[in-house]
């Protein structure tokens, strides 16, 4: 090469012909990022599954560790202990995934067409109300159902049903099965809420008023028009909450770890605890690839890729259907839905955290002390009050440092990625970014955070063991939460014409001042909005961060977790209320900035 | 002194080649329009010139020095080929009021605070835009939207003006007196000006040359007088004129000195007294016509009344007529001046006579000859 044509490379002016865009700079950056981040976890995840991590010479004689084996495989799949650690688990997160569902596609679908299409009263209440029980944290419920069905045979104090009744409730109503499927699907009942509430709302009321100028009934209106035309979103709510419902960690560790009933998710928890790796990398696949080609077979007949649905919040004017003798009792049910699984686990575990003595419902038992009090060795061991305890304080602090970090970080990142994409319109580059992004909706958190576990284990290279650090956490967050971050930074970009650009480019003005000044005042609103409910999901979460927190690094979340299974549950609500406040008021500013809520 | 020399200029997107083999001299100092269907290939051209578009193949040069030269490995930023561009959507910077937005603009200029005043002030003055300074773009109309891109334009002082189809997105009425102002802008600046639109009566109101492309391919390059009156084949005889040319499909019958068309179904079409020898018997053609350069005969002998009125359509100081053969095989559209066509109505029955044309050859689409022009 020329010395000039050197120096004019370097120069980057007249000789670059095709490397000028800067697109293509960070389209290179995104997917070396990427792959080190997504990729390879799940490469090396698959990887590993296939050799002897440490546990291997336990099992089988002259085992050599790192070496290729099946043996994991058949220790999960077809072996003495396959029924204990993968069939029963499995059978219970699909039965646990299958009533779950049903319970919130079948409520979910009739509060949505009450509140879209009927002419019932307080509309805008309830379809406020209703979405609440999906805002707050998933385990919400399953602690209140603790606080009313805990019996005394599985120790700890007891719940509101035995002080009334005098009995211990039934097992199968405590724990396992039956509370897991209710928490959980009153969790999705706002899910399935929402998405058939788009459904219902984009229905052209005209296609029913022509079948009732033909004199069709209601019921057979709603039968031969409305519920073919929502069926798509109907069999697509099914497909996703049931899918979600087979990575839920959270309500199943709480409601069924202390009776040994044990889910896909929390068995993988448990392997990976335990470090048994390669037995919870096998499990982790099958649930990763079990959920991976549900989305996929959804998407196929969505004919399209649907990610999330969005609430717009338009409303729609239309002549509303008549109740009539169904009014009241429809409004009754929904009161009562509101008032126990809305308000009730909230005021439960408020009533809860006053209890000076859990579990003794009387007024003189009631006390401020789990919240401000001193440290009373008479008392949860001597744990101070919630904003007197050091351990709490420093949960509180990183939880929001970490939800912040990760929100910016995030929306960041999601701007970038969102002009990549778009700039690359029609490129392979731009397709495989968007697709990589898209990968981790598909792996279940508990998996996710087991991966990043022993990745980040050791170090790689130039980059050290991360695991015990902050920045751990805040990577792991900002690679889940990616979807959702640059899907707004591409729903953002498209929103830009590309011509607002090229004047600037053709007026010579650089690309980081094009960016700051154009492109990102532009896209900052939309952005905001996805930083603010990265900012919600990444305060509530568990199952992602769960495995890989350490004393110094503890969450709100992880503390409940830790209090729980100490028993110390006043502080546990506590926290967990805190977090409803924090998740309510990001939600609420969310609102008020008019952004779109995305799930 | 700016021309622009295009040679060899390929593009393609994909397996589509939107630019095939391009040679083109626009000269200092002229308006020269880019004309065609959507998909032609025009705006894609004028991006090529812009930089904002990489050719594959190909060279283009200002007044001799390439800025883009795939043979040399040359390919200037758009910033540094000192043109301005003004879009089909203005893309006014929605952020910025009408002030920043022209501002703007001079980011890169390195000119002084007070010196960009003056610039944005002189420029807002000589696009009317006064009283406007502080508005937001949303808060103004299509027009005056338009006039802060031009004005945007200008102030950088480029040496080439490149125009997107500026005007599509306005009203008739806004786009009659918008182009009357790019024209003087034009006279004023004497700056190159490249204009794309797919309007051919924009193409004709504004150029010094139109470039007539179709298909990636240039159909022609003329005046807009050229372009109008001789087009040099079919596709600019059908593309360019409104109401559109007629086209009479036939083979070439010479009689008695007259030139006639025979339709498909035997039916004899008289065209022109004048003969050309050139003109094979049998050669399949398509004579195309020009609305107004048909003339209606009223008083002529019954057996020259072959056309029957279809419908009349009143433009104003025009009149449309829609003739229609006995045996419909044959339909033209006529237009001619109010005060001559009196008492026509439909259902009438009357005589032609073609004043003047063009004859292409049907297979190659290209003009042979030309008839009845002085």
């Known amino acids: 090469m020329h010395s000039s044509s050197i120096v004019k490379l370097i120069q980057g002016g007249n000789s670059l012909l095709y490397v000028r865009k800067p697109e293509k700079i960070m389209a290179v950056v995104f997917i070396i990022l990427l792959s080190g981040l997504v990729l390879f976890p799940v490469a090396y995840m698959i990887q590993n599954s296939f050799v002897f991590d440490e546990t291997g010479p336990r099992y089988v004689r002259g085992a050599v560790i790192g070496e290729w084996t099946l043996f994991n495989w058949i220790r999960v799949v077809h072996s003495n202990i396959s029924n204990s650690i993968f069939y029963k688990p499995a059978l219970n997160s699909l039965?646990?995934?299958?009533?779950?569902?049903?319970?919130?596609?079948?409520?979910?679908?009739?509060?949505?067409?009450?509140?879209?299409?009927?002419?019932?009263?307080?509309?805008?209440?309830?379809?406020?109300?209703?979405?609440?029980?999906?805002?707050?944290?998933?385990?919400?419920?399953?602690?209140?159902?603790?606080?009313?069905?805990?019996?005394?045979?599985?120790?700890?104090?007891?719940?509101?049903?035995?002080?009334?009744?005098?009995?211990?409730?039934?097992?199968?109503?405590?724990?396992?099965?039956?509370?897991?499927?209710?928490?959980?699907?009153?969790?999705?009942?706002?899910?399935?809420?929402?998405?058939?509430?788009?459904?219902?709302?984009?229905?052209?009321?005209?296609?029913?008023?022509?079948?009732?100028?033909?004199?069709?009934?209601?019921?057979?209106?709603?039968?031969?028009?409305?519920?073919?035309?929502?069926?798509?979103?109907?069999?697509?709510?099914?497909?996703?909450?049931?899918?979600?419902?087979?990575?839920?960690?959270?309500?199943?560790?709480?409601?069924?770890?202390?009776?040994?009933?044990?889910?896909?998710?929390?068995?993988?928890?448990?392997?990976?605890?335990?470090?048994?790796?390669?037995?919870?990398?096998?499990?982790?696949?099958?649930?990763?690839?079990?959920?991976?080609?549900?989305?996929?077979?959804?998407?196929?007949?969505?004919?399209?890729?649907?990610?999330?649905?969005?609430?717009?919040?338009?409303?729609?004017?239309?002549?509303?259907?008549?109740?009539?003798?169904?009014?009241?009792?429809?409004?009754?049910?929904?009161?009562?839905?509101?008032?126990?699984?809305?308000?009730?686990?909230?005021?439960?575990?408020?009533?809860?955290?006053?209890?000076?003595?859990?579990?003794?419902?009387?007024?003189?038992?009631?006390?401020?002390?789990?919240?401000?009090?001193?440290?009373?060795?008479?008392?949860?061991?001597?744990?101070?009050?919630?904003?007197?305890?050091?351990?709490?304080?420093?949960?509180?602090?990183?939880?929001?440092?970490?939800?912040?970090?990760?929100?910016?970080?995030?929306?960041?990142?999601?701007?970038?990625?969102?002009?990549?994409?778009?700039?690359?319109?029609?490129?392979?580059?731009?397709?495989?970014?968007?697709?990589?992004?898209?990968?981790?909706?598909?792996?279940?958190?508990?998996?996710?955070?087991g991966i990043y576990l022993t990745i980040f284990a050791k170090s790689w290279g130039p980059i050290p063991s991360l695991y015990g650090t902050f920045a751990l956490l805040i990577i792991v967050c900002v690679i889940k939460y990616l979807p959702y971050s640059s899907s707004a930074g591409i729903a953002a970009m498209h929103q830009i014409d590309p011509s607002l650009e090229e004047v600037a480019v053709v007026h010579n003005i650089g690309w980081i001042a094009r960016f700051r000044k154009i492109v990102f005042p532009l896209a900052k609103s939309g952005i905001l909005s996805a930083m603010l409910l990265t900012f919600i999901t990444t305060m509530r979460v568990l199952d992602l961060v769960i495995l890989l927190v350490t004393p110094k690094t503890t969450l709100m979340t992880s503390i409940i977790f830790r209090y729980r299974a100490q028993d110390f549950t006043q502080h546990a609500s506590g926290v967990t209320l805190l977090i409803v406040l924090i998740v309510l008021i990001g939600h609420f500013i969310l609102k008020k900035l008019g952004g779109k809520v995305e799930l | 002194m700016s021309t622009i020399k295009i040679s060899n200029l390929i593009k393609s997107f994909g397996k589509t080649e939107v630019i095939k083999d391009m040679d083109l001299v626009i000269k200092d100092g002229w308006f020269v329009t880019f004309l065609g269907p959507s998909g032609c290939g025009k705006t894609t051209t004028l991006r090529c010139i812009s930089g904002l578009e990489t050719p594959d193949k190909g060279m283009i040069t200002v007044d001799g020095k390439a800025i883009f030269s795939s043979a040399d490995r040359i390919n200037l930023p758009p910033g540094n080929r000192s043109l301005g561009l003004v879009f089909q959507n203005y893309a006014l910077w929605p952020h910025m009021t009408v002030k920043q937005n022209i501002n703007f603009g001079l980011y890169k200029s390195g000119l002084t605070k007070e010196e960009k005043n003056q610039k944005v002030s002189h420029s807002i003055k000589v696009m009317g835009l006064d009283n406007l300074e502080e508005r937001y773009p949303h808060e103004l109309s299509g027009g005056q939207q338009q006039r802060v891109s031009v004005a945007r334009m200008v102030v950088v002082?480029?040496?080439?003006?490149?125009?997107?189809?500026?005007?599509?997105?306005?009203?008739?009425?806004?786009?009659?007196?918008?182009?009357?102002?790019?024209?003087?802008?034009?006279?004023?600046?004497?700056?190159?000006?490249?204009?794309?639109?797919?309007?051919?009566?924009?193409?004709?109101?504004?150029?010094?040359?139109?470039?007539?492309?179709?298909?990636?391919?240039?159909?022609?390059?003329?005046?807009?007088?050229?372009?109008?009156?001789?087009?040099?084949?079919?596709?600019?005889?059908?593309?360019?004129?409104?109401?559109?040319?007629?086209?009479?499909?036939?083979?070439?019958?010479?009689?008695?000195?007259?030139?006639?068309?025979?339709?498909?179904?035997?039916?004899?079409?008289?065209?022109?007294?004048?003969?050309?020898?050139?003109?094979?018997?049998?050669?399949?053609?398509?004579?195309?016509?020009?609305?107004?350069?048909?003339?209606?005969?009223?008083?002529?002998?019954?057996?020259?009344?072959?056309?029957?009125?279809?419908?009349?359509?009143?433009?104003?100081?025009?009149?449309?007529?829609?003739?229609?053969?006995?045996?419909?095989?044959?339909?033209?559209?006529?237009?001619?001046?109010?005060?001559?066509?009196?008492?026509?109505?439909?259902?009438?029955?009357?005589?032609?006579?073609?004043?003047?044309?063009?004859?292409?050859?049907?297979?190659?689409?290209?003009?042979?000859?030309?008839?009845?022009?002085?």
Request: charged share 20%.
């Open chain 2, 157 to 374: 002082e480029p040496k080439i003006l490149l125009f997107d189809e500026p005007l599509s997105n306005l009203d008739a009425k806004l786009r009659m007196k918008l182009r009357s102002e790019l024209k003087r802008l034009h006279h004023e600046l004497k700056a190159t000006t490249v204009y794309v639109t797919h309007d051919q009566v924009e193409a004709l109101a504004l150029s010094d040359q139109i470039v007539v492309m179709n298909e990636g391919v240039i159909q022609q390059i003329g005046s807009p007088y050229e372009v109008y009156h001789y087009p040099k084949n079919l596709f600019v005889a059908d593309f360019v004129g409104n109401p559109q040319a007629n086209l009479i499909h036939g083979k070439i019958k010479k009689s008695n000195n007259i030139l006639g068309v025979l339709l498909a179904n035997e039916s004899k079409i008289k065209i022109t007294p004048e003969l050309d020898d050139e003109l094979e018997e049998d050669k399949e053609v398509v004579i195309n016509i020009r609305p107004e350069d048909i003339k209606i005969l009223r008083d002529c002998n019954d057996s020259e009344k072959n056309y029957e009125i279809y419908a009349t359509q009143p433009m104003g100081s025009e009149i449309l007529f829609h003739l229609i053969t006995e045996n419909k095989e044959l339909e033209l559209i006529l237009k001619i001046p109010e005060d001559q066509s009196l008492n026509l109505k439909a259902d009438m029955k009357v005589g032609i006579q073609i004043t003047r044309g063009n004859i292409m050859d049907k297979e190659s689409g290209n003009l042979i000859t030309s008839f009845g022009f002085k």
């Open chain 1, 95 to 449: 039965s646990i995934s299958i009533g779950m569902t049903v319970i919130a596609l079948t409520f979910g679908s009739l509060f949505a067409w009450l509140v879209v299409r009927a002419d019932l009263p307080w509309k805008p209440f309830f379809s406020t109300v209703l979405i609440l029980p999906y805002i707050v944290p998933s385990w919400t419920i399953a602690l209140a159902w603790l606080t009313v069905f805990r019996s005394e045979k599985y120790g700890g104090t007891p719940g509101i049903w035995l002080a009334m009744t005098g009995h211990n409730p039934p097992d199968w109503l405590a724990f396992g099965y039956l509370p897991i499927v209710i928490s959980l699907g009153v969790h999705y009942i706002p899910y399935t809420f929402i998405i058939l509430r788009g459904a219902l709302a984009n229905i052209d009321s005209r296609l029913e008023e022509s079948a009732e100028l033909l004199k069709a009934g209601k019921l057979r209106i709603l039968a031969k028009i409305t519920l073919p035309l929502v069926l798509p979103s109907l069999g697509s709510a099914f497909v996703l909450t049931f899918s979600k419902g087979l990575g839920e960690f959270a309500t199943q560790a709480f409601l069924g770890l202390p009776v040994r009933f044990y889910t896909f998710s929390t068995r993988i928890y448990s392997s990976l605890s335990n470090q048994m790796y390669a037995e919870g990398y096998v499990l982790a696949m099958i649930l990763i690839t079990t959920t991976s080609t549900i989305v996929f077979f959804n998407q196929m007949m969505l004919g399209k890729r649907k990610r999330y649905v969005t609430i717009s919040g338009k409303g729609s004017r239309r002549k509303a259907v008549e109740l009539r003798k169904w009014k009241w009792p429809m409004l009754a049910v929904l009161l009562t839905f509101v008032v126990i699984f809305v308000f009730g686990p909230l005021l439960l575990l408020g009533w809860q955290t006053l209890m000076r003595y859990d579990g003794q419902y009387n007024l003189s038992n009631l006390t401020l002390h789990y919240w401000i009090g001193k440290a009373n060795t008479n008392l949860a061991d001597g744990q101070p009050g919630i904003f007197r305890n050091p351990s709490i304080l420093n949960a509180i602090g990183n939880s929001l440092k970490m939800a912040g970090t990760t929100s910016i970080i995030s929306g960041f990142i999601g701007i970038l990625i969102g002009y990549t994409v778009v700039k690359g319109r029609g490129k392979l580059y731009s397709r495989v970014i968007e697709s990589i992004t898209f990968m981790p909706y598909l792996i279940p958190g508990i998996a996710f955070g």
